[in-house]
């Protein structure tokens, strides 16, 4: 079968498979099969050959299994970038790109910024703010190295100069960094321990550290972020839209002088920007 007729038996699959999207997401492990993008899967005319066919079904049966479509595609889109996923360490999910919009307005202004994004990941928000501030000095941090790892390795892929390191919140970057900063960014483990019963089974793919904290990491990371930034500068971190309430009152207490909350296309409360005098 060519791929188009390929692609509804999968939908059909999927769906009864109760997988969320489940056209979009055949479209994108057949697209990741086939090498081509989503335009390539309707352009081609020719069938899937046996081997194509049989890793189409591997693929889909390891979506219904729970293993999120990243994990079984190995990479993901984030803005204008292709990034390496890997299992043990967290997946950049779309709204993520709010806040690293969020970033680039308190950046707008600033000749040659200086930005870490703490808890990086994949290097998503690092790597992001670095291709659409070229000027910017980029820092990634994150406490996992297989986290760390996979930063450097998407540097390397993407051929963006970011530096990398490996440590717990501010804790491992150099002194020089006091009062240098403009912007700490982070999307920090958010969700209190009891939210977990509750995600999807392909969130709860994610570690677990990377996925619960709750407004006592906010709390720390404003503390160490507070003698770090210029005059002037900004905490710009994604939150649960049920605590923007608990995430300002933290940065206030941290000593924050201006707050706003930036929402996604949804019209949830999805970043809090904290200023700092």
Request: hydrophobic residues 45%; glycine residues 10%; aromatic residues 4%.
């Amino acid at each position: 079968m060519r791929p188009s007729q390929v692609l509804r038996r999968a939908a059909d699959y999927l769906e009864r498979h109760e997988i969320e999207a489940p056209r979009p997401t055949a479209e994108q492990l057949l697209a990741g099969i086939l090498g081509v993008d989503r335009a390539g899967l309707y352009l081609r005319d020719t069938p899937l050959d046996p081997g194509e066919s049989k890793a189409f079904g591997r693929a889909l049966s390891r979506r219904c299994a729970g293993t999120p479509t990243q994990h079984v595609t190995g990479e993901t889109g984030f803005r204008h970038l292709i990034l390496t996923v890997r299992p043990g360490v967290f997946v950049p999910r779309p709204e993520t790109e709010v806040v690293v919009g969020a970033v680039l307005d308190v950046m707008r202004d600033r000749p040659t910024p200086a930005v870490v994004d703490v808890g990086t990941g994949t290097g998503a928000i690092a790597l992001a703010v670095k291709q659409e501030r070229s000027d910017s000095r980029v820092w990634a941090v994150d406490r996992s190295s297989e986290a760390a790892a996979l930063a450097r390795h998407n540097a390397r892929r993407t051929g963006l100069d970011i530096g990398v390191v490996q440590a717990d919140l501010l804790d491992g970057l150099d002194a020089s960094t006091t009062g240098a900063l403009d912007v700490v960014v982070s999307n920090p483990p958010y969700l209190e321990a009891e939210d977990l019963a509750s995600l999807p089974r392909e969130v709860r793919a994610d570690p677990t550290d990377a996925l619960v904290g709750g407004v006592a990491v906010y709390a720390a990371l404003f503390d160490q972020a507070s003698p770090r930034l210029v005059p002037g500068g900004a905490v710009v971190v994604e939150i649960d839209e049920r605590r923007a309430k608990a995430v300002t009152a933290a940065a206030l207490g941290a000593g924050a002088t201006g707050i706003s909350v930036v929402t996604d296309l949804a019209g949830r409360e999805r970043a809090v920007v904290a200023t700092w005098p």
